[in-house]
């Protein structure tokens, strides 16, 4: 794999990570509304329990999902400041190719 390759992967991973926190904010907002629907007159003591549960659950993925994104992306920043020189090569070798086919 080369450098402009690996770059394109960990690009990819980004947008999918922060694609996984936007899911799991959904998720988190989801439970929230039913939270409140079920005090707001429901008052069923098991949705009480376990949607609680799983509201914290959900909380910890969101924060783990957080601290990898965070770590991940500043490792992909990184290393495209490391190899600025070698993924400008590429790219435009990339773009005489392309403007050649």
Not at 5 to 20: G, S, W, Y
Not at 44 to 59: C, P, R, T, V
Not at 80 to 99: D, F, M, T
């Amino acid at each position: 794999m080369d450098k402009l390759q690996k770059l394109e992967l960990m690009n990819k991973i980004v947008r999918e990570l922060e694609d996984l926190q936007n899911s799991q904010t959904a998720i988190i907002t989801k439970i929230s509304q039913i939270e409140v629907d079920n005090m707001n007159g429901l008052n069923d003591k098991y949705l009480e329990d376990h949607l609680g549960d799983m509201h914290s659950k959900i909380a910890e993925s969101v924060d783990a999902v957080n601290e990898i994104f965070a770590h991940f992306e500043a490792q992909r920043d990184e290393y495209a400041e490391k190899n600025k020189g070698a993924l400008e090569a590429a790219q435009a070798a990339a773009a005489v190719e392309a403007a050649n086919s």
